[in-house]
């Protein structure tokens, strides 16, 4: 494990659970200085990420960085992101559960870079087919389109998410990414009319500005100057240093293609971008109060535009429609009045296109095939930090709501829920102190008392409900709360640096003041019925959509704002909570978005209200392991003679005996009402007690190690590993599962290279059947692959070499030697064979020509001579004659010796008087000789191989013996006996120049 970690890797600890002085909140910033000076960003506590905005590029998120963190343990590699993003991925597959990646943080902390981090992980990392790679593409190409549409530069950060997303990737059985779907929260409109000093509009706007091509801002009538858009220029920050409008138009645009849209639906979505800056151009006039617009300029592209009647959106941007005695009347809007509604029709269509957006990219993520439904899931939490400005309002309020909601479920998570079970048991427990955000929870958000429901009160009652009379309810219902403050209530001090329509919240994360100013505008969230009704009359595709006839009709009031976003928020809840959470704590070093400062003021801040203290002693003092009694017992009992085969008494002694007979000592444990803890450090202790008696191996006993950071997952490993001969049951299932996984995955880093490579893991016992199906697997897919890349020809010499095999393998001792050579098409070139022999040849086409040497049949004198190999017979040549030719008809059959010679007799009929007997020669390349002829004749059956002696016709039913005894050197010479005898020597190796090894094996 160590090994994988460099020396940098050392500097402070990486998990701060190591800490000696883990207490201190000092010790705590140090080691976070000391790491994030050395651009180690990441650090653990337990398995929770913290991880410090280093606002500059590091090295650290290359293909290789995503490899090395690639299917390996937590623990195993520095602290990162990846590791996250991987450990989710695992637990998904082999937990079969679903997961979600919750990453919080203030505004600028890092949360959206680092979710994009996990989604790049998975696009590389995850196997993909083409189909995949297409949902991988969409996955990654719909965060500039959202960023584009949803972010904004603020004060504390130049892309600031100004909505919330929750993004589930859905993975298949084989662990790729098939889908996806986008929940948004919340999108703070009020930023499209409205930007404070040093912000921006959403980045779309410019992006369109500064990179359009002249034609399109032609057609949509706009300038390529900021300045000229009244919604543009609030925040007199029309340009940042950190961002190119221009090109990151070019990465928007081609996204939107990546992602589905067509060239009509990018129009028509630019076209509605378009007309929200002729609306913010919109000017009024007017005499007598009622207002008028100054000039129809905007009125021809904004009727163009979004497809309406320019007369009956110039009446419905100056006018309002009431009903009176069941009569529809127009009243004229007086100047603020129509900025107003102008305004709000500019929040709505723009708010409603933000919604549309999402929806059409959930439709190209969606996961189409039928086939399978089921589909696991990894959500990414990526939402809109804690935020305090100067001036702070209902969007900071919801946004700041939303956060004390995430708050208090990862408390839930990992605190409460932890210590509550502690002190059920009885457990004596130094009970780690926490702030429990649900106080303010419940004063945002509780039924009837809480203050959006005085919110919304205030905005449904008749009569002149204001944001004043809204102030003064909150004074009236919530004005005792702890958490709650406002001008009139608040102590000297605090009134100082308080405005009298404001009211502070002090949340888990700090004190912000809110501007009532608004509130019960944005809450209502209205948008007058005329102009709803030019909206629904538009002939522009996606405003069809998004404003709907049907909503005229209905006559049911809508939730407001703030009832919407927290039912969404409830919702959202739910969905966490109903998967295996992973955290990420972003921390924002500095103010300045600079690299390498690290405020220690602020960073204190963050550290303290993110509990991460909190979390760190839970953490170190907590128990790694609990069971209930019987089933520790039940487990564990054959471990001690008193409690085997079965305890009788109360269930608390029994595991007391059991333990004490293991050696546990009482610091190691605690006995609770109705289960057993085990801490952490000292189950290490014991786990390797336990690892060292009944581990198989070395490596199992690594895996050990490993493990032990991994403290829930350890006990199950090591009761899995007592029980793993047994059928598959609970107690055995995940070590099973994990050896299963260990093997495939051991097995996918050592697939033999190819066909020759006969290596193979071994697997274990569970998988010996399914290792063997995966071997033949494997070999049939290389040698698959090795022949659709063979060349004819090398087929050819393949067919040759398997004939060879079956006459001579173990049956010739010179066959061994010609396996790696190559049979060559011919030993006798053109020019080596009398012109006159191939003339006596005519037509015949020669298959092989070979030198040999023929012995006479009487003296056997060697004589040099050619052999040749026609299509239809075999032909002894002696320079320019035709010495013999033996039709393969004709060919009775051809003996060899089992030693190394190379002669060979080739039997032909005695009574055939053309024929002079049977032929007795030698060749040099005696295998490829032979299975020339075997080829050629269609003898491959006829070659009978000789141990000692071969006999044959010399003619006239004379009889001849030749002699085969084996030797270092070929010595062919008559015997005493008249018998030809052979001392069969070496072959010559020499002369088989051609080797195989220039074929080198095809690998898979
Ligand atoms: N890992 C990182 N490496 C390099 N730069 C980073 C990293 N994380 C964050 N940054 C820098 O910090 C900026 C702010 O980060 P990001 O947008 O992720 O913040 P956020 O937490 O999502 O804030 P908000 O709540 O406002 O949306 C980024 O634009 C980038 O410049
Ligand atoms: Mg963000």
């Not at 600890?13 to 140090?30: G, H, M």
């Amino acid at each position: 494990m160590e090994s994988a970690l460099t020396a940098r890797d050392r500097v402070g600890v990486q998990d701060f659970v190591l800490l000696e002085n883990y207490t201190s909140e000092a010790a705590f910033i140090e080691n976070l200085r000391k790491r994030f000076k050395e651009n180690l960003i990441y650090t653990y506590i337990g398995s929770v990420l913290v991880s410090v905005n280093p606002y500059k590029e590091l090295e650290i998120y290359t293909k290789n960085h995503m490899e090395r963190y690639r299917g390996v343990n937590f623990y195993e590699v520095s602290p990162h992101i990846y590791a996250v993003a991987d450990n989710s991925y695992r637990s998904m597959r082999t937990e079969r559960k679903d997961q979600c990646i919750l990453i919080s943080g203030e505004s600028g902390a890092g949360k959206t870079e680092a979710s994009k981090k996990i989604l790049q992980y998975y696009a590389v990392t995850c196997p993909a087919s083409e189909q995949v790679q297409t949902v991988k593409d969409r996955l990654l190409q719909s965060n500039p389109v959202l960023e584009a549409f949803g972010n904004a530069k603020t004060l504390r950060n130049d892309n600031s998410s100004r909505f919330g997303k929750y993004m589930d990737i859905q993975f298949d059985f084989k662990g790729a990414p098939v889908g996806g779907h986008i929940i948004n929260y919340l999108l703070e409109k009020s930023r499209v009319v409205h930007q404070n000093h040093g912000e921006r509009n959403f980045h779309i706007f410019y992006q369109l500005i500064e990179g359009g091509e002249e034609d399109l801002l032609r057609r949509l009538g706009l300038e390529r100057n900021p300045q000229q858009y009244q919604y543009l220029v609030k925040g007199n920050c029309p340009k940042v240093s950190s961002i190119n409008d221009r090109s990151d138009w070019k990465v928007v645009r081609k996204a939107l293609t990546v992602i589905g849209f067509n060239e009509d639906e990018v129009e028509e979505l630019l076209n509605i971008i378009a007309s929200v800056l002729h609306l913010g151009n919109v000017q009024y006039g007017g005499e007598e109060g009622n207002a008028c617009i100054t000039s129809d300029t905007q009125i021809k592209y904004l009727a163009r535009l979004l497809g309406v009647n320019g007369t009956v959106l110039t009446e419905a941007l100056t006018h309002k429609k009431i009903i009176a005695k069941g009569e529809e009347l127009m009243s004229p809007l007086n100047l603020e009045q129509a900025s107003s509604a102008r305004d709000a029709l500019s929040k709505a269509v723009y708010g409603r296109t933000f919604t549309w957006l999402v929806n059409k990219i959930n439709a190209s993520l969606a996961y189409t095939d039928d086939s399978y439904k089921h589909y696991s899931v990894i959500g990414l939490l990526d939402i809109y930090g804690f935020e305090v400005f100067q001036h702070n309002s209902f969007e900071q309020f919801c946004i700041n709501y939303c956060n004390e909601k995430l708050q208090q479920l990862f408390i839930e998570l990992t605190l409460k829920s932890e210590q509550e079970e502690y002190e059920a048991e009885g457990i004596t427990w130094e009970p780690v102190q926490y702030f429990n955000n649900k106080i303010i929870c419940d004063l945002v958000e509780e039924k009837f008392k809480g203050i959006i429901s005085i919110l919304d009160e205030e905005c449904l009652r008749p009569g002149d409900a204001s944001d004043t009379t809204f102030l003064e309810k909150l004074e009236d219902t919530v004005g005792g709360h702890p958490h709650f403050v406002t001008h009139k209530l608040a102590d000297g001090k605090t009134r100082k640096v308080m405005g009298r329509d404001e009211f502070r919240l002090l949340h888990y994360a700090g004190e912000v003041n809110y501007n009532v100013n608004g509130f019960l505008d944005k809450n209502n969230d209205l948008l007058f019925r005329n102009l709803k009704e030019v909206m629904c009359m538009s002939e522009n595709k996606i405003l069809t959509q998004c404003f709907d006839r049907e909503e005229l009709s209905d006559k049911k009031r809508p939730d407001t704002a703030a009832t919407q976003f927290k039912a969404s928020l409830a919702k959202l809840m739910e969905i966490l909570m109903s998967k295996e959470p992973s955290y990420v704590r972003c921390i924002k070093p500095n103010d300045s978005k600079q690299a390498g400062r690290f405020d220690e003021v602020l960073i204190r801040h963050q550290v303290k209200y993110l509990g991460l203290m909190e979390n760190l002693r839970v953490r170190r003092a907590g128990f790694a392991y609990r069971r209930r009694y019987e089933v520790f017992l039940q487990r564990y009992k054959s471990l001690c003679p008193d409690t085997w085969p079965n305890w009788q008494g109360k269930l608390a002694d029994g595991v007391a005996t059991l333990v004490k007979h293991l050696g546990y000592k009482p610091e190691e444990y605690k006995l609770g009402r109705s289960k057993i803890f085990i801490h952490m450090a000292w189950l290490i202790t014991n786990t390797i007690t336990a690892a060292v008696t009944c581990c198989v191996d070395c490596d199992s006993l690594k895996f050990l190690f490993k493990l032990f950071l991994l403290p829930c997952l350890t006990f199950r490993f090591i009761k899995g590993f007592i029980y793993r001969h047994k059928e598959r049951c609970p107690e055995n299932e995940y070590f099973l599962d994990y050896v299963r996984y260990s093997f495939l995955m051991k097995l996918h880093r050592n697939l033999p290279k190819n066909v020759l490579d006969k290596s193979w893991p071994t697997p274990p016992a569970a998988l010996t059947e399914a290792s063997e199906h995966l071997r033949k697997l494997c070999m049939q897919n290389m040698v698959w692959s090795y022949c659709k890349k063979i060349s004819p020809e090398w087929k050819h010499q393949m067919e040759q070499k398997m004939i060879a095999s079956e006459i001579f393998k173990d049956k010739k001792d010179n066959y061994p030697q010609s396996v790696p050579k190559l049979f060559v098409s011919t030993r006798l070139n053109g020019e080596d064979i009398n012109p006159k022999v191939l003339q006596a040849l005519g037509t015949e086409k020669m298959k092989y020509a070979v030198p040999v040497t023929k012995y006479d049949r009487k003296g056997y004198k060697a004589r040099p001579r050619q052999l040749l190999l026609t299509s239809s017979s075999a032909v002894i040549v002696e320079e320019a004659k035709l010495k013999q030719r033996i039709d393969y008809a004709a060919l009775k059959g051809i003996s060899v010796s089992s030693l190394s010679d190379g002669l060979f007799v080739l039997h032909v009929p005695s009574d055939d008087n053309k024929q002079k007997g049977d032929v007795v020669l030698q060749s040099d390349h005696v295998i490829e000789t032979l299975t020339k002829i075997a080829i050629c004749a269609d003898k491959i059956n006829s070659i009978n191989i000789n141990q000692g002696s071969i006999k044959f016709t010399v003619g006239q039913g004379k009889e001849g013996i030749i002699d085969f005894t084996p030797g270092s050197e070929l010595l062919v010479a008559k015997a005493k006996n008249g018998h030809l005898s052979v001392v069969s020597g070496l072959s010559h190796p020499q002369l088989h120049s051609v080797s195989l090894q220039r074929f080198p094996i095809v690998s898979k």
